[in-house]
């Protein structure tokens, strides 16, 4: 079993690295977070508790507030990006930039932040890269919400060290058109359904999607195809097509603004939302969060693709993305993370974590 | 072994029955060439070949022309309508349309009409309703072209007991757009070849198809699309989509001249030619023809669809579709033949076959 000793745990750097080195591709999470447990488990100033292959641990120090770091221990695949390995201040490998050196920073400070100055828990979950219905958090947020109460949840994802507030809702909608089948060579006795898509493409091209500012965060929607199929058999006018569309929309909207848009959007043709997650309000006037902002000293930016964020906001509690990663990298074969970042984001984070009230 | 006795080859309706219940779907005619080779071998007036699977039969009786009667003996799979059963007037089962109503027709007069006024050729063969490498027509008109060599040809393939001249030309073609991948919740970093192919589907939309009369025979053009797709994944803007489009030209244009007028009309746009038979001209006016037209006593009509007449057409060989077959109701699962037809085409054949030179 993979150990992370004291010195280790004292060092985000050599955290990350050795975070990373173990291998956890969602599904397969069993060695990190028994690595997780054991390094948090017999701490004097935590409570540590499993459920699966999520670790959980919390101060009770009596304090006014409580925040809670979060980071998911999973990756996707690996593609021959592992172990990691250190070139000057980069350090390449899977799961370096989303999000272990985001995760490391979380367990660094339960292991070593004995007085913060907010209560503090820690979740370390498993299962985020892939369906929802297996994401760790999501699981406990239904089965012990206790874990996730919170005056303000920081989901350490890579932002670049920058804060990115709330994130955007999205849906996945089907518009599709229907025709009547006949042979190619007699094709006026059918009508084309393929054909009958230019309207449902003519009116995406031309759609001009909205920006909005919310707690000062800028949001840009987006309404895009992802798929279009359509066809029957190479000699046959085919009857069917759909046009699979997802719509990023601005927290200020809920999923049911979002799907009275689409159906305005796409009025008098054939949709059926398929699917659909709320966005998340930045949240950014509870205390806990200004102060966060503060430390940063730099202004928020709106966060565009859906987090786990939205899953705090679903139980009123507000929530930021905040790590040394770099979303860009996040998945990619040349993964990597900047080392002085993971120093400026463990920086920020202790200061915010220890500095006085108000300070 | 199946046998086609001297009583059955003597009536069409009987050896259509005979024909069709000896199970033959492409690729599985082993069976009902036997038996077609076998009941024209060791008849005085013919002279019987055989390569693979296609049967070849001929008279040489000196006469100054000569006509062709073809048949394919294969059908689409089974479904659920093997063997045949009669109601009254119509006989139902796969092939009764589609062709053995026709192929009963070539072998009925093989086998009985021992002086007929032109010297015939017989070509029953395999694998039509397949790809077209391994047509049986297809194969001979390469390796034993003398086979095919006539005046005229007559293929028996079902309609409906008019003459159906010439055929049309059909060429698939790919129109591609592309753009660029983003990820959907920063969907303008991207450009989306979905959208893109609103212009290919308008253009397709707004296209009007010619018409045009070619020997006294109509023949409408297609343009159509038979597939769309493009997609990458549920999150990611697509960066190609493919239209493939189905052209129907009339005998008029060649190839080339078909593929010039795809570029025109998406001119502009990234277009591959996929592949493309040409159309034949009806080709009327060779006197065999036109005394056949005589014979029926309707006048032609183009055909629409792609046939192995073309391949005659290829030969410099005018030749037309007749049969009692209704080819709406060819590959259905309730295909069937009315039997009055078959009697009727077997009298117009006749009549044909036997009149006196100019009568």
């Known amino acids: 079993m993979a150990v992370l000793d004291e010195k280790t745990l004292a060092d985000p750097v050599a955290l990350t690295r050795a975070l990373c080195d173990i291998e956890s591709v969602s599904g397969d999470e069993d060695a990190i977070s028994d690595a ?64 272990k050196s985001g995760t490391a920073l979380a367990l660094h400070f339960a292991a070593t932040l004995t007085d913060p100055r907010h209560d503090l828990s820690f979740a370390f979950y498993d299962c985020e890269e892939i369906e929802a219905e297996r ?24 932002t670049y060290a920058g804060v990115e507030a709330g994130c955007q809702g999205t849906m996945r909608a089907d518009v599709r058109t229907t025709g009547t089948r006949a042979h190619a060579a007699r094709s006026w006795l059918g009508s084309n359904a393929v054909h009958s898509a230019a309207e449902v493409l003519n009116r995406l091209a031309r759609y001009e999607a909205r920006k909005v500012t919310i707690d000062g965060c800028d949001y840009r929607e987006g309404l895009n195809a ?16 759909v046009v699979q ?71 009123g509690i507000p929530a930021v993305n905040y790590g040394p990663g770099d979303p860009n990298l996040a998945h990619k074969q040349d993964e990597r993370v900047e080392i002085p970042l993971i120093r400026e984001c463990a920086e920020v984070l202790r200061r915010y974590l220890t500095a006085e009230e108000g300070a």
Chains 1, 2 share one sequence.
């Open 135 to 158: 994401n760790g958090l999501n699981r406990v947020a239904k089965t012990r919400p206790e874990w996730l109460a919170a005056d303000f949840a920081l989901l350490l994802e890579p």
């Open 36 to 99: 997780i447990e054991k390094a948090l488990t017999g701490l004097d100033h935590l409570t540590v508790e499993r459920d699966g292959n999520v670790v959980f641990a919390r101060t009770d120090l009596g304090r006014p507030r409580r925040v809670m770091l979060a980071g998911h221990t999973d990756t996707v695949p690996l593609n021959d990006n592992f172990p990691t390995r250190t070139e000057g201040d980069i350090m390449w490998g899977c799961g370096t930039s989303d999000m």
């Open 245 to 315: 569309v997802n719509f990023r929309f601005a927290p200020d909207r809920d999923e049911a603004a979002a799907e009275a848009h689409v159906r305005e959007v796409f009025a008098g043709l054939d949709v059926t939302i398929a699917d659909s997650a709320p966005g998340a309000r930045p949240g950014l006037d509870e205390p806990a969060a200004k102060e966060f902002i503060a430390a940063v000293g730099r202004p928020p930016t709106g966060k565009l693709g859906w987090t786990d964020v939205a899953r705090f906001a679903a139980l």
């Open 226 to 241: 992802m798929f279009i199929n359509g066809g029957v058999a190479g000699n046959v006018v085919p009857d069917e097509c």
